[in-house]
Structure formats: C-alpha cells, structure tokens
C-alpha cells in the first residue's frame, strides 16, 4: 500500500515563506515523479510544481515561477516545495501527488497521479 504524506502548512504573512515536504512509501512504490496541486475554496484544484523521479525535470504554474521551488535529493527521499514571497492569493490545500515511472508524464495532468495525499492548509495573511 502506498501512502503520500504531506506536512509543513500553517499561517505566513504576505511576503514571507513556508517550506512543505511531501513523502511517499509503500513497497512498490520505488519511484515517483512528484506534483504539487492547491484548492482554494469555491475553486478547482490547480498545478503549482512538478518533478520528475530523477529531478531532472521540473514544471512551474505561471503563477508561482520565480516564487517557488521544487526540489528532490533523489529519487528515495522527499519532495520539497519552497514558497517565498508569498501572496494571499497562495491561500489554499496543498496537495501532494505520485505518479509511477513509465510512459510519458505529464506533470500538469491531474489524471497521470496515481496517488495523492490528504491535503496541508496554506494560510498567507495580508
């Protein structure tokens, strides 16, 4: 069984930043490529960042380019989105998801995920 764990939401002031992270376990899950999506309230859930298994691919909504990061040691360890310069309009669920290696990956796809994690509240006050 695999699990998606998120962590590291809370409450941060306009321009300031949080750090989530994002693991994945399970015994046959040895590798995955890794998105980030958010809802807020009353919306869709959107892309934020995604990476590929080997850290050699990232992707970026155009609303979070130069703000955020994605980053990955390597393919066994955790997933970690760094938020700087935060704005309210960042307020929402974060949620982490895992796509199994094969195929071609499309990181903006909701669909090519195959596991996801329950959600870390994002707070950003004015």
């Known amino acids: 069984q695999v699990q998606v764990t998120e962590s590291g939401g809370g409450l941060a002031q306009a321009g300031g930043s949080l750090r989530l992270s994002c693991a994945a376990s399970?015994?046959?899950?040895?590798?995955?490529?890794a998105g980030w999506f958010r809802q807020a309230p009353g919306k869709e859930r959107e892309f934020v960042a995604g990476?590929?298994?080997?850290?050699?691919?990232?992707e970026y909504a155009n609303s979070v380019k130069g703000r955020f990061t994605i980053s990955r040691e390597n393919a066994d360890t955790p997933v970690y989105l760094q938020m700087n310069n935060l704005k309210p309009e960042d307020t929402a669920v974060y949620y982490c998801?895992?796509?199994?290696?094969?195929?071609?990956?499309?990181?903006?796809?909701?669909?090519?995920?195959?596991?996801w994690g329950q959600g870390t509240q994002v707070t950003v006050s004015s």
């Open positions: 998801a895992a796509a199994r290696p094969g195929g071609t990956w499309w990181p903006r796809d909701k669909d090519g995920y195959d596991y």
């Open positions: 399970g015994r046959t899950l040895t590798r995955y490529h």
């Open positions: 990476i590929s298994w080997s850290a050699g691919a990232t």
